[in-house]
């Protein structure tokens, strides 16, 4: 089903174009994914398990888990939350591994020579941070390449309806999608080069990246590399997680804020952070149903003003509460939830069922630092950081020289900071490049500043912790 | 358990800053339910009389001088955390005046009778639309006023269209 009227977003004409899948004409809007369209059709299920053969729907919606893969035009393990649907396209589910890609569908990938393109400064991924980073090196004067395996251009801010914290040096209560269209414009004013669908896949020394540009691979040079890669959901184990229906939180926002896919009729919400309680507000926007937020600690992680709002519109959350199961057979059907004593065990007796049709985990993010770890950097598991992270020092540069982290992939944290850690890394690889200058010392200064004034208080504490684990192993 | 609104989101009223009662009586004034230290502050940048001001850090809270505040409005729609509320005690005929920042749609009308909620999503008590503002500037979130019983001016903190209720499934 598709949101027909909606307090934020804004519908604007869109051409009907038709597809098949599994030899079913599917109707679908021009800009839907193959897996929107699909769910817009109501179909959940994408393909089928390895070895079990269990129904498999998609999971986080921007290209991260590959729970999502199908056979495109012939082409096996495509990541159809990815893929713009096209006219004529014949999409199947896969069961397991998939068939070698068929004669026609090799051609659209097979190149006889590979080209290289050469760049200033590579920039791998077009949110917050890999924009902010661009903005500010073009600034300076250094050439720059954006590169994105999305196709739409703001990272995670393209799904982010509500307004924004901070100052205004931050963009302080603009929406998230509003600040991403005006990260694009100033690219846009600078001439800066943005590729969309197109995914780095690999690190060389020093600075290449080999590429997949729609399907086709390229070799990229450049003299600095900046990693905003931005970060995965993380999955929760309960019985029946891998149902079609359980999704990450992030991936609902995506379905009903991006493709406009009235994603679900009844929700349970699994974890009270920031994330669990925004999405949950939006699907209420979404006149979606919301019948709890469960928490397994006793704490609400998220702000108080987010819970709030939430919690006045009739949606309880509860703390010391976790999801036990989840059933159903084709889909999610229902859930069992049970209160937690203070050792993190069911209180007997405590259980509920919840008819609902579908999950959502908001339970944490962990920075997509894969591709950093390949080229050698030096890297630490910092649970206080989400996870495994390169160590980086005050310049966001990595211990291989001339690559630079930004955002949620150094470390989660929010929008406002990704931005501030983007522009730093872009002002430090203009500084790699060409050397200092009293300018660039002053903007870092002041980039530096803003950073550390975001992390005061209690919600900065985790990412001090952090650094500081941080500072120390790198010295 | 202590019941606070770390564990449950919900705030009391001695958890913030309530207008004093001569101050509600002589008309609008806000009400702010922000009481985190968060990374925000644009309310204390936006108000044109200087009534709401963060010292310091970014992340410290914001005090209202409610005598400067004239109930103009512009915080309630402008705060990214939905925490800013109007009230007017100065109607008389036992009934109070309440704005709260709404982003859903369709929007009530002027007269509609609604459901009020506090602020623990419990229905409180039935209240009439008085005025829906949604300027350009407002950036879609709106500010809808509307009247409720006097005693629950400090408590009504969001509403429902009873359209919308009726369509909800019920399990
Ligand atoms: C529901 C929700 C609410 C939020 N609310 C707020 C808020 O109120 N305030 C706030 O400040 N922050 C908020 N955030 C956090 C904020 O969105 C993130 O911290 C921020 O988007 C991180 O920016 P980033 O640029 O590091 O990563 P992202 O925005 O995730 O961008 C990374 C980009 O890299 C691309 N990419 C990844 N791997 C590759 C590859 N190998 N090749 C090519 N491209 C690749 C991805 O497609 C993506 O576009 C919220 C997040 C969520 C999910
Ligand atoms: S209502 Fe108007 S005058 Fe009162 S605090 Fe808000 S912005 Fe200032
Ligand atoms: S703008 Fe709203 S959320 Fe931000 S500090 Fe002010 S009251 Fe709190
Ligand atoms: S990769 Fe497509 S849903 Fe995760």
Redesign the interface.
């Known amino acids: 089903m598709r949101l027909r009227?909606?307090?934020?977003l804004e519908f604007k004409e869109q051409r009907v174009i038709h597809f098949t899948f599994d030899g079913q004409d599917i109707t679908a809007l021009e800009g839907d994914t193959i897996a929107a369209a699909l769910h817009a059709a109501g179909i959940r299920t994408l393909s089928h398990s390895l070895r079990r053969h269990h129904p498999r729907g998609l999971f986080c919606a921007i290209g991260k888990c590959s729970s999502c893969l199908m056979e495109v035009d012939g082409c096996p393990n495509v990541k159809t939350c990815l893929v713009p649907v096209k006219d004529g396209m014949v999409v199947k589910s896969q069961d397991g591994w998939g068939r070698f890609p068929s004669a026609t569908s090799r051609k659209d990938y097979q190149r006889k020579e590979i080209p290289t393109r050469e760049t200033d400064i590579a920039i791998v991924g077009a949110g917050p941070a890999g924009l902010s980073a661009a903005i500010y090196a073009a600034r300076l004067g250094a050439r720059v390449m954006v590169m994105d395996e999305n196709y739409l251009v703001g990272g995670q801010l393209i799904k982010q309806t509500?307004?924004?914290?901070?100052?205004?040096d931050h963009y302080?209560?603009t929406?998230g999608i509003d600040i991403g269209t005006l990260l694009r414009q100033q690219c846009d004013e600078l001439a800066i080069e943005i590729l969309t669908e197109c995914s780095v896949i690999g690190y060389y020394h020093p600075h290449e990246l080999a590429m997949v540009h729609k399907r086709k691979l390229n070799h990229v040079k450049a003299k600095a590399v900046i990693i905003a890669t931005g970060a995965s959901e993380n999955m929760l184990t309960f019985p029946g997680n891998d149902l079609p229906g359980v999704y990450g939180a992030g991936a609902i926002q995506t379905l009903m804020n991006v493709y406009k896919v009235k994603p679900a009729?009844?929700v349970l919400m699994v974890g009270a952070g920031n994330i669990g309680?925004i999405v949950s507000y939006q699907l209420?926007?979404a006149?979606v149903?919301v019948v709890a937020v469960v928490e397994a600690t006793?704490?609400?992680g998220?702000?108080?003003?987010?819970?709030?709002?939430?919690?006045?519109?009739?949606?309880?959350?509860l703390?010391s509460h976790s999801i036990v199961k989840a059933y159903g057979n084709e889909s999610v059907e229902g859930a069992v939830v049970a209160q937690l004593d203070n050792k993190w065990n069911i209180i007997p007796g405590t259980e509920r069922d919840v008819?609902i049709d579908t999950i959502c985990l908001s339970v944490g993010l962990n920075p997509a630092s894969e591709i950093l770890d390949q080229a050698g950097c030096r890297m630490l598991y910092i649970p206080e950081l989400g996870g495994q992270v390169a160590v980086i020092d005050r310049n966001m540069e990595t211990s291989v020289s001339g690559l630079y982290v930004a955002g949620d992939v150094s470390g989660i944290e929010e929008a406002?900071s990704a931005m501030l850690e983007g522009r730093l890394a872009g002002v430090a690889a203009v500084q790699s490049l060409h050397g200092s200058s009293p300018q660039i010392e002053k903007l870092k200064h002041e980039i530096q500043s803003g950073l550390d004034?975001?992390r005061?208080?209690?919600?900065?504490e985790k990412t001090r912790i952090g650094n500081k684990i941080m500072t120390e192993a790198a010295s | 358990?202590k019941h606070d609104?770390?564990?449950?989101?919900?705030?009391r009223l001695t958890d913030f800053q309530v207008p004093p009662p001569e101050r509600r009586r002589a008309g609008r004034v806000i009400m702010i339910?922000?009481?985190?230290?968060?990374?925000?502050?644009?309310c204390s940048?936006?108000c044109p009389q200087g009534a709401i001001t963060i010292e310091g850090?970014?992340?410290n809270i914001p005090v209202v001088d409610f005598s400067k505040c004239n109930g103009c409005g512009l915080c309630v729609a402008?705060?990214?955390?939905?925490?800013i509320f109007m009230v007017d005690e100065s109607i008389g005929d036992n009934s109070a005046e309440v704005g709260i920042p709404y982003?859903?749609?369709?929007f009530p009308e002027k007269g509609e009778i609604v459901s009020v909620?506090?602020?623990?999503?419990?229905i409180i008590c039935d209240g009439e639309i008085v005025r829906v503002r949604n300027p350009k500037s407002y950036?879609?979130?709106a500010v809808i006023y509307f009247r409720v019983p006097i005693q629950f001016s400090l408590d009504a903190?969001?509403i429902?269209r009873k359209a919308d209720k009726a369509?909800?499934?019920i399990?």
């Open positions: 009227n909606h307090p934020i509500h307004m924004f914290f901070g100052s205004k302080a209560k929406r009729e009844r309680v209420l926007q006149g149903d006793p704490k609400i998220a702000y108080q003003v987010h819970a709030s709002k939430l919690v006045r519109c009739g949606v309880p959350i703390t008819a406002s004034a975001l005061t208080g209690p919600f900065g | 358990m609104y770390i564990n449950t989101g919900i705030l339910e922000c009481v985190q230290n968060i990374p925000c502050n644009p940048t936006i850090d970014i992340t402008n705060c990214p955390g939905l925490a982003e859903f749609s369709p909620y506090d602020r623990s999503g419990k950036n879609k979130t903190r969001f429902k369509k909800t499934p399990h």
